[in-house]
T-cell receptor
Framework: GAVVSQHPSWVICKSGTSVKIECRSLDFQATTMFWYRQFPKQSLMLMATSNEGSKATYEQGVEKDKFLINHASLTLSTLTVTSAHPEDSSFYIC???????????FGSGTQLSVL | AQTVTQSQPEMSVQEAETVTLSCTYDTSESDYYLFWYKQPPSRQMILVIRQEAYKQQNATENRFSVNFQKAAKSFSLKISDSQLGDAAMYFCAYKYSNSGYALNFGKGTSLLVTP
């Protein structure tokens, strides 16, 4: 089956620094990718939708200047958490839609801890 | 806005027995999709089963089946012959046809399987 690679799987950073998370579709073209955030023992909350070559669409309450999303190619989307603070500590998961199809594939997630 | 409700934070089942996880949703759309995802301790999201709203027949995947009641807006998951490997968080998710495949998740049910 299709694979979505998400990297890194975990990262620890100091408050005020920026962290970049990559989401790659390894064997298919992902026209649309989604970024979710999951707090401990809670559900996945959609942060933004990114389409290749265009600006991401952010959900209400998500700061677009803080969570920068770039979808520069059909196989790569990145999420950059800028000037991270402890409250940004969370599990971030990406998912990718294969072409115009109806299948979604999830990355393995990134645990971000901001000290 | 569409909401997905999972009223059982935790459920327990004995190995080889059957368990049903509940999910209700609220929507004004007529055409949509419903999903059950499994999230084991690795936190990788795994698709368990998918149901199109226009199909009256309940979806089945091996030991997993759903009871889809469109009028009642209910979508429960039945796991038969439970196995230790079924222990995980289970999330019910909703997507309406024109949402670009962004999923709206419930809060999840933690399933414990006892020997």
């Amino acid at each position: 089956g299709a694979v979505v690679s998400q990297h890194p799987s975990w990262v620890i950073c100091k408050s005020g620094t920026s962290v970049k998370i990559e989401c790659r579709s390894l064997d298919f073209q992902a026209t649309t990718m989604f970024w979710y955030r999951q707090f401990p023992k809670q559900s996945l909350m959609l942060m933004a939708t990114s389409n290749e070559g265009s600006k991401a669409t952010y959900e209400q309450g998500v700061e677009k200047d803080k969570f920068l999303i770039n979808h520069a190619s059909l196989t790569l989307s990145t999420l950059t958490v800028t000037s991270a603070h402890p409250e940004d500590s969370s599990f971030y998961i990406c998912s990718a839609r294969e072409g115009d199809g109806e299948k979604l594939f999830f990355g393995s997630g990134t645990q971000l801890s901001v000290l | 806005a569409q909401t997905v409700t999972q009223s059982q934070p935790e459920m327990s089942v004995q190995e080889a027995e059957t368990v049903t996880l509940s999910c209700t949703y609220d929507t004004s759309e007529s055409d949509y999709y419903l999903f059950w995802y499994k999230q084991p301790p690795s936190r990788q999201m795994i698709l368990v089963i998918r149901q199109e709203a226009y199909k009256q027949q309940n979806a089945t995947e091996n030991r997993f089946s759903v009871n889809f009641q469109k009028a009642a807006k209910s979508f429960s998951l039945k796991i038969s012959d439970s196995q230790l490997g079924d222990a995980a968080m289970y999330f019910c998710a909703y997507k309406y046809s024109n949402s670009g495949y962004a999923l709206n998740f419930g809060k999840g049910t933690s399933l414990l399987v006892t020997p």
